[in-house]
T-cell receptor, first 110, second 116 residues
Framework: GQNIDQPTEMTATEGAIVQINCTYQ??????LFWYQQHAGEAPTFLSY????GLEEKGRFSSFLSRSKGYSYLLLKELQMKDSASYLC???????????FGAGTRLAVHP | GAVVSQHPSRVICKSGTSVKIECRSL??????MFWYRQFPKQSLMLMAT?????????EQGVEKDKFLINHASLTLSTLTVTSAHPEDSSFYIC????????????FGQGTRLTVV
């Protein structure tokens, strides 16, 4: 079966660092995405990992361990506008189909 | 990145009527289109995958006769919710696959459907 787990909710303080974890068990694996989604809007791309290791892009970094079926998204220097849902999605199967986790709602407070 | 246009962004319809949602890829040709549905505070659930010129493949539990998908051209796909009911109220998002962008997924702006 297909299973992607991530925490439902997290809170953090403005200026701090937060790590959002994602574990997956899928029948196939062709990479892992992290998306940000504000309420009522479409997801926006944050990162893509297909090889093990850390990918850094500004305030956002994403890590992947394929052997452990594990990824995390690291957000640094948190800002209020970072309050959103963060979706972990695995590329699995033909046609590069995305399987999404339930999403993690992050609340950043002053 | 690829440019995707989805409309309408919001629609309210009466129970029993049908609603058509359009998704266009403006600067690339999408041979494959994914349609997702998202209920409040839940993640995106894949409804169906369509390829230009052929029948869509529906995920388990999605009624193909209720959610009609047409992918007649490489730049346009439509999702029609037929005989809509209040429980069909949801956020529908299209995602055309751009072969030139590798595996990155691009999304339409989404359509908020409310059935009253």
């Amino acid at each position: 079966g297909q299973n992607i787990d991530q925490p439902t909710e997290m809170t953090a303080t403005e200026g701090a660092i937060v790590q959002i974890n994602c574990t997956y068990q899928t029948s196939g694996f062709n990479g892992l995405f992290w998306y940000q989604q504000h309420a009522g809007e479409a997801p926006t791309f944050l990162s893509y990992n297909v090889l093990d290791g850390l990918e850094e892009k500004g305030r956002f970094s994403s890590f992947l361990s394929r052997s452990k079926g594990y990824s995390y998204l690291l957000l640094k220097e948190l800002q209020m506008k970072d309050s959103a849902s963060y979706l972990c999605a695995v590329v699995s199967g033909g046609y590069n189909k995305l399987i999404f986790g339930a999403g993690t709602r992050l609340a950043v407070h002053p | 990145g690829a440019v995707v246009s989805q409309h309408p962004s919001r629609v309210i319809c009466k129970s029993g009527t049908s609603v058509k949602i359009e998704c266009r890829s403006l600067d690339f040709q999408a041979t494959t289109m994914f349609w997702y549905r998202q209920f409040p505070k839940q993640s995106l659930m894949l409804m169906a995958t369509s390829n230009e010129g052929s029948k869509a493949t529906y995920e388990q539990g999605v009624e193909k006769d209720k959610f009609l998908i047409n992918h007649a051209s490489l730049t346009l796909s439509t999702l029609t919710v037929t005989s809509a009911h209040p429980e069909d109220s949801s956020f529908y998002i299209c995602s055309p696959l751009d072969p030139g962008e590798g595996t990155e997924a691009f999304f339409g702006q989404g359509t908020r459907l409310t059935v009253v």
